[in-house]
């Protein structure tokens, strides 16, 4: 009999935990944004950039002003023993806390309102350019569990990953290291760097919080050989560390021809359908591809998985047979569109070759259509260019089909050095390959069109905002004889071995003797379309160059890195140029509404957050010498009076 | 005397022109700290400076060297304000376009000294 009670308790608290988990809001997660979080480096899983805060509006925006600050002392100009850092981390804030990782991959947290530091946690990372020249971060990632038990430690978690490929989790609310994760509180993702281990998986991207995942991409030097690892996405548990599943987007039967293909850039999730979305980039080498002529259909391309397997659902390959770099570098923006009386589940991407693909999310198919043009041949022996590339015409593409022509100031002050240097060089227009001798005039170069920022939408308006760049680069292949010729090319900036293949590569912006662009401005832009009509809202040129301290005429516009955000008021917040200034424009006109000067470029996204009933706006001006050798460590909020 | 005290005028703006270069130089967050074209108008304030510093002190230099000074605070004033106009630095344009008025009225004031002086020859 009491047997029999023990049972029928036994079955009733199994029933009661069934519903419970049944009815449960999720396992364990990233907390999603429109509470005044910022919850993941894209403010949310959709990778809207969108923050439901109303505080800010485009009558007040005037008025912000700077209300504290954090100089977190990581930065280095690469004159002494460490190279020079490239902050680009978002901040987070949740948990009633800001959260940043610094290019010395310690972590920051630090109190919303004030700016006072809670506690920093250093992991003792290796500081030297194991993959990249610089010191790179851009940012942490953030999970509690679904249900945090008080009093016990790391239900709550942030993740920083270093260069060298370590993955840390730590107490969000201490600091102290989680050390059921992993070994002691850190995960080496290079434990399955096994194929063509010829550099470590750098972890500078924020893992993607799913669940109770953590999914992993990682970067590397996909300029540098034949050969590389190839492009592995990892799934881990989020308290664990172990691996739950992996995906490479290249076939193993051509992991001796080729590699990368990895996901360095941020990912986005569909929570409702459980879709992760991949922006693949090139396979290795960059520039040339004559080792890599078999299928790699998803090498370039947008890949939605489904996220609790890792299994494919669809892929749509943005460049075929990519020589020119055009990695796909930003999470895809999930948005609903009304179309044609029709609510469809759209997925936006901006890309490097300044088309804004806009797909069915569910199914890969475009909505906006897509078509296949005829591009320019390769003349280098052993490379073969695709005949066709993918096309959108509509959006209209945020930067020319052709490069701009050569700018007549920077042509009469070099003494017509820009006119003769274009007539040397091979340009057919847009996808024109690299080329031996002068080499190949190549325009958006790798640069951009738009860079790992992409775009931002308001899901309200269906306004998509991207900010954009208009760089023209030489890039000449140079036979592995002359390469080899050159003294120690392999450490000269912008020479790059490609080894394994017949050619080095030599890349070069292409600048007159006095350092100035030799192709027509503007240099930048940032532009609103809707995404109901694929109709161009406003565009207007962007930043302000500045060189030796001289700013540049505003219509020249500043080359970007880092993105825009949008808030439910419409406005846009956005640092990104090379005059290190922060701004915030009108959605509906592009028309800036209030600007501050920061110690460097903004070169990441901003966040924006509500705490204590009061808006921040927050940016990381930490620079990026590819835009100006100005670098920084400061984290500056914003708010009104 | 009154030419004298033209010239400290203009000294004073050199010497207000280049504690804003320095400022400018040095301000961390200013947009133009340590930059090249910052350090080229703190130099360019200083040779304003100690040019004007000659012609406020040195009354009885040779009128070659008086002119040669003039003319040489005339090209730097200009050249500065140019510069600071790229440089968004708006403070040392204002300045520079003070310094503009003194200069001119330093050279209406000189011929008028002279006019005057032929008239009472």
């Known amino acids: 009999m009491r047997r029999r009670a023990l049972i029928g308790v036994a079955i009733f608290a199994a029933a009661i935990s069934a519903l419970a988990y049944a009815f449960a809001p999720s396992p364990g997660a990233a907390p999603a944004a429109g509470g005044g979080v910022w919850s993941t480096f894209n403010g949310d899983l959709m990778a809207q950039k969108y923050a439901a805060d109303i505080q800010i509006t485009p009558g007040n925006a005037a008025h912000l002003k700077k209300v504290w600050e954090v100089h977190t002392g990581d930065v280095s100009h690469g004159s002494g023993g460490v190279p020079a850092t490239d902050w680009s981390a978002t901040p987070l804030f949740v948990n009633d806390t800001v959260y940043v990782s610094t290019p010395f991959y310690r972590i920051f947290a630090i109190q919303p309102d004030t700016g006072h530091v809670k506690w920093v946690f250093n992991p003792h990372a290796t500081l030297k350019a194991l993959t990249q020249p610089e010191m790179k971060t851009r940012g ?10 008080p009093g016990q430690p790391c239900q709550k978690r942030v993740y920083v990953g270093t260069m060298e490929g370590k993955l840390y989790a730590v107490d969000a609310d201490t600091g102290r290291p989680c050390v059921d994760f992993g070994r002691g509180g850190m995960v080496d ?16 991207q924020p893992p993607t919080v799913y669940g109770d995942m953590l999914i992993v991409g990682w970067a590397g030097k996909d300029w540098a050989s034949k050969t590389a690892p190839p492009g592995w996405v990892f799934a881990l548990d989020a308290r664990t560390g172990k691996l739950k599943w992996t995906f490479n987007p290249l076939p193993p039967n051509s992991w001796q021809a080729t590699g990368t293909s990895n996901v360095w850039a941020s990912m986005s999730v569909d929570p409702e359908h459980g879709l992760l979305y991949l922006p693949v980039s090139s396979p290795s080498p960059n520039f040339y591809g004559g080792n890599r002529r078999q299928p790699l259909p998803y090498a370039t391309s947008i890949t939605a998985l489904n996220a609790e397997t890792g299994q494919v659902v669809w892929a749509r390959q943005l460049v075929h047979h990519d020589l020119w770099d055009y990695d796909i570098n930003s ?32 199914t890969g198919e475009p909505i906006y259509p897509i078509v296949e043009r005829p591009v320019p041949a390769s003349n280098v022996p052993g490379e073969q260019a695709s005949p066709t590339q993918p096309y959108a015409d509509l959006p209209a593409p945020v930067i020319p089909d052709r490069w701009p022509g050569v700018s007549t100031l920077a042509d009469v002050l070099s003494f017509g050095q820009c006119s003769r240097r274009a007539k040397q060089l091979r340009y057919l227009g847009k996808f024109t390959p690299p080329s031996l001798g002068a080499g190949s005039l190549e325009y958006p170069a790798t640069a951009g069109g738009v860079e790992w920022g992409g775009g931002a939408v308001d899901p309200a308006t269906q306004t998509y905002v991207v900010n954009t760049s208009s760089v023209a680069m030489i890039y000449q292949l140079l036979d592995r ?8 090319a392999e450490d000269r900036a912008n020479y790059y071995a490609q080894s394994g293949t017949p050619y080095g590569v030599h890349l070069t912006n292409f600048l007159n003797w006095l350092g100035m662009p030799c192709w027509k401005p503007p240099y930048g832009a940032i532009m609103a379309y809707d995404l109901k009509t694929g109709r161009t809202l406003w565009r207007e040129p962007f930043g302000v160059v500045q060189k030796w301290g001289f700013y540049m005429p505003p219509s020249w516009g500043s080359v970007t890195i ?29 028309r800036l509404l209030w600007w501050a000067q920061v110690d460097a470029p903004a070169v990441a996204l901003p966040a924006v957050y509500t705490y204590r009933g009061r808006q921040y706006v927050l940016f990381t001006a930490g620079g990026n010498s590819i835009l100006t050798p100005r670098l920084g460590d400061q984290l500056a909020a914003f708010a009104l009076p | 005397m009154r030419a004298r005290n033209r010239s400290w005028l203009m000294a004073i703006v050199a010497a207000a022109g280049l504690i804003a270069s320095l400022f400018a130089y040095f301000q961390r967050g200013g947009g133009i700290s340590h930059t090249g074209g910052a350090a080229l108008v703190i130099v360019s304030t200083a040779i304003m400076l100690v040019a004007t510093l000659v012609l406020a002190l040195a009354q009885g230099a040779p009128g070659w060297l008086r002119g040669l000074l003039l003319a040489g605070c005339l090209i730097d004033d200009l050249g500065t304000g140019l510069a600071a106009y790229f440089l968004h630095a708006w403070l040392l344009v204002a300045l520079m376009v003070v310094g503009l008025a003194g200069w001119l009225i330093a050279m209406l004031a000189g011929r008028g000294g002279a006019a005057a002086r032929e008239a009472h020859s």
């Open chain 1, 562 to 590: 880092g993105g825009p955000v949008i808030t439910k008021t419409g406005v846009i917040f956005i640092g990104a140029s090379m005059d290190s200034k922060v701004r915030a424009l009108d959605e509906r006109t592009g």
């Open chain 1, 481 to 488: 004889q002359k390469y080899q010729a050159l003294n120690h």
């Open chain 1, 331 to 362: 999470a895809p923006t999930l948005v609903d569109i009304q179309k044609d009386g029709r609510t469809i589940p759209a997925l936006v991407q901006s890309t490097k070759m300044g088309f804004i693909f806009v797909l069915n999310r569910l």
């Open chain 1, 140 to 149: 942490v990632a953030y999970w509690q569990a679904a249900n945090p038990v």
């Open chain 1, 189 to 204: 993702v290079n434990q399955w760097n096994t194929v063509n281990p010829v550099w470590p998986l750098s972890l500078l």
